[in-house]
């Protein structure tokens, strides 16, 4: 497995508002990914962050709301933007590694966001 | 992606053997089925993998009839701490390991 960190690890924003949110992995790794949870449902995938490129967002998802950079292979930034309550979310970052022979995704311990 | 369904809840005792079957009916080929366990304010956490047949490691077993249709997560004598949330996801081990989380199943170990 990785060791994956983010920060902050919780915060309390004001609405209209913007926080971006780091990701660390202490190695490097091609597949990263952002999910959202929302309070008392499971998670849902935001978008993959594309190392070197723009990142790819699943439906329901925007860039302007939620710019991603991945500057190099153990590092992105997701960023919620012109914050609401309804963004008051956990948000995690994922990572892809090899083990045991198949390909395994591994999370971070999240953000926990309330808007206010 | 093929979808899953599992029980919302189930309650155990510790020391027991607690088994979450899930269903998967459209499971393609290529696709793996895969647990994770997810504790209160904490990201989901990987348990097993598995492709057919039975996979056990050191925290359960899987079990896959050969249909693949199904799969049943084991674990063997829970504790109050095995309290989580577990999900079972299907999907290809490489298709950018985009990752369809269902509803999971909630567990809860009482004493």
């Known amino acids: 497995s990785a060791v994956i960190s983010q920060k902050p690890s919780r915060d309390i924003c004001q609405r209209g508002t913007s926080l971006t949110i780091q990701c660390q992995v202490d190695?490097?790794?091609?597949?990263m990914f952002w999910y959202r949870q929302q309070p008392g449902q499971s998670l849902t995938l935001i978008a993959t962050a594309n190392q070197g490129s723009e990142a790819t967002y699943e439906s329901g998802f925007v860039i302007d709301k939620f710019p991603i950079s991945r500057p190099n292979l153990t590092f992105s930034t997701l960023t919620v933007s012109n914050m609401s309550p309804e963004d008051s979310s956990i948000y995690l970052c994922?990572?892809?590694?090899?083990?045991?022979?198949?390909?395994?995704?591994?999370f971070g311990p999240g953000t926990r966001l309330l808007v206010l | 992606l093929a979808k899953t369904t599992q029980p919302i809840s189930m309650d155990s005792y510790e020391g027991q053997e607690v088994n979450i079957t899930c269903s998967h009916n459209?499971?393609?080929?290529?696709?793996?089925i895969t647990w994770y366990q997810q504790f209160p304010s904490q990201g989901p956490r990987f348990i097993i993998q598995?492709?057919?047949t039975k996979v056990t490691n050191e925290v359960a077993s899987l079990f896959i009839p050969a249909d693949r249709k199904s799969s049943t997560l084991s674990l063997p004598r829970v504790s109050l701490s095995d309290t989580a949330v577990y999900y079972c996801?299907?999907?290809?081990?490489?298709?950018?390991?985009?990752?369809?989380f269902g509803g999971g199943t909630r567990v809860l170990v009482k004493p």
């Open positions: 459209n499971i393609a080929t290529n696709d793996y």
């Open positions: 996801l299907v999907g290809p081990e490489a298709a950018g390991n985009k990752l369809t």
């Open positions: 994922s990572v892809v590694l090899l083990a045991g022979g198949t390909e395994t995704q591994y």
């Open positions: 598995g492709y057919k």
């Open positions: 190695s490097q790794v091609t597949m």
